[in-house]
């Protein structure tokens, strides 16, 4: 997933930088406006967070333009804590959220998360990891043909792993993206519980698993690269 930030204190940007490629997300930066239109028309992205007060231009002038892109990236909005007309401004034209400037870096990486799911809309046909297809529309999921029964929690984390395509997700990321259905926070010994439970159900051999692999000190890794 490619995020645009558009800001233009560095501290700011190097927070966000530092956050959000901890999480697994690859970041570009602008911090001018015309820069910012400039890369939203060369590159893709998935997701521009923009700073509604900008020292060159205008994050509302940036939103218009990411949302003239097509596909268009998510927008959310980086505003001062009191500012009421740019929160309801950016909503009108077109953002898809925004968060208060002092943020809290958990809060911001779930409404990343819920902005990305609702900019991916439905998925057009089923995921595979190896021999596990994924239904999205149906929330079925199979092995070698025969259905397998998942909890929520569980079919969440598979189809985290099948979306990733054989790169990095770092246990930090896992944790943040489960919180929001496990309904409190998840430690380390949690998640370890959560993916052998996986594992249990998916891999031919838990003990030598081959589609969730491990990734000592790191996080975990797809085995078999998902296809669309």
Request: charged share 25%; aromatic share 6%.
């Amino acid at each position: 997933m490619r995020i645009l930030i558009v800001e233009d204190d560095a501290a700011i940007v190097g927070s966000l930088t530092d956050l959000l490629r901890r999480e697994g997300y690859e970041t570009r930066h602008a911090s001018r406006q015309d820069d910012a239109v400039a890369l939203l028309g060369a590159e893709g992205f998935d997701l521009a967070l923009v700073d509604v007060a900008l020292a060159q231009g205008n994050g509302f002038a940036v939103c218009a333009a990411a949302k003239g892109v097509d596909p268009a990236p998510a927008v959310i909005f980086l505003t001062a804590s009191d500012d009421e007309y740019s929160t309801v401004a950016g909503l009108d034209m077109g953002a898809d959220d925004y968060i208060a400037k002092p943020f809290r870096a958990r809060e911001l990486l779930s409404r990343i998360r819920c902005a990305l799911r609702r900019a991916q809309g439905p998925a057009s046909g089923p995921l595979r990891l190896g021999d596990v297809e994924i239904d999205p529309s149906a929330a079925v999921v199979r092995k070698a043909g025969r259905e397998v029964a998942l909890t929520a929690l569980e079919y969440r984390l598979l189809l985290l792993f099948a979306h990733s395509g054989g790169r990095l997700v770092t246990r930090e990321h896992v944790r943040n993206a489960i919180w929001d259905s496990a309904g409190e926070y998840v430690g380390d010994n949690t998640l370890n519980v959560y993916v052998k439970r996986l594992r249990d159900k998916i891999e031919d051999d838990p003990s030598d698993p081959k589609l969730v692999l491990t990734v000592r000190g790191l996080g975990y890794k797809a085995g078999v690269a998902a296809e669309a």
